[in-house]
């Protein structure tokens, strides 16, 4: 598997492949791949003839200078990983911060329309800024037909596909369910670093989530939230950062039910310094 830390080698790599008539998809990481990972490029692979992945972890949208030197960087593994997927379909961009930033390593300023105003926007201030600089980059330098995201990070791919279309980038962005472990845990690059006592006490935040829902059917969605932040006040082991019920298209918090509008719940939750994040739909 061909491994790429220069834009301009990958950059010649795809304008050959795209001479071809070959279509591009793209799966952006930070490394430390796992099944859900898998599950974006497999998807990828399905539906483009090459696959790039870039595995970067970008400076500009950690908030937490500690959480960013923690954050696992495990590129031999990654690549040992992609390639029980396809030795020969897949591209890696691995790249370092000067590679990308060139010397430069600034967020540029966007406007989302207010998507980064709300929830993660709120207690990563800037942490959007960053996350569109790095994925416009990428765009830029990949240029993908179709381009792929998980939806545990539902609140970026709206903000990605708001960038899509204010800058009229020319690629299609899929999103793509929350891969799971068995215990209804979402799949996150940070869950390496949980304790086994962490462990076995994270699924808590999917099954909150799950009746959250069900009573969601039948209550206000205050008496939710209500209801949620009782079940953390007295954890142990996990601490409830926010829990909000939102307009899945404009991400801002209820006020009424309506039976016109789709809703999600969203929850972040810190194991001691370790930040877990979770969706699900509602109706």
């Keep these: 598997m061909q ?8 950059k010649a790599e795809i304008e050959q492949l795209k ?9 952006p990481t930070m490394g430390a791949l796992h099944q859900g990972h898998l599950t974006l490029v497999k998807e990828a692979l399905g539906n483009n003839d090459k696959v790039v992945v ?11 200078t500690t959480d960013l030197e923690k954050y696992p960087r495990t590129l031999n593994s990654d690549v040992v990983l992609l390639e029980t997927v396809s030795k020969n379909d897949i591209l890696v961009y691995a790249p370092t911060v000067e590679d990308i930033y060139e010397g430069n390593t600034v967020s540029q300023n966007f406007d989302f329309d207010g998507l980064e105003q709300e929830m993660e926007g709120k207690f990563r201030p800037g942490h959007f800024n960053g996350v569109g600089t790095v994925v416009k980059r990428l765009f830029e330098i990949v240029k993908p037909d179709k381009a792929y995201f ?3 990070d539902f609140q970026q791919l709206a903000i990605i ?4 279309d204010k800058y009229q980038i020319p690629v299609n962005i899929v999103g793509c369910k929350i891969h799971r472990e068995t215990n209804g845990l979402a799949m996150s690059s940070r869950n390496t670093r949980l304790t086994k006592e962490q462990k076995e006490a994270a699924p808590f935040i999917y099954k909150t989530l799950i009746t959250a829902k069900r009573q969601f059917g039948t209550k206000s969605a205050n008496k939710v939230i209500h209801w949620v932040g009782k079940q953390f006040a007295n954890h142990e082991v996990l601490k409830l950062e926010y829990f909000i019920i939102a307009d899945a298209e404009t991400l801002k918090p209820i ?3 309506s039976n016109k509008k789709a809703y999600r719940a969203f929850i972040a939750v810190f194991a001691d310094d370790i930040r877990l994040i979770d969706n699900i739909a509602l109706n």
Excluded: A, H, L, W
């Design 54 to 64: 870039s595995i970067f972890v970008n400076p500009t949208q950690f908030n937490n």
């Design 255 to 257: 006020k009424r039910k």
């Design 19 to 27: 001479s071809k008539q070959i279509t591009i998809g793209f799966v």
């Design 3 to 10: 491994v790429y830390q220069e834009k301009k080698q990958i």
């Design 150 to 152: 998980g939806k545990k």
């Design 161 to 164: 596909k708001k960038m899509v």
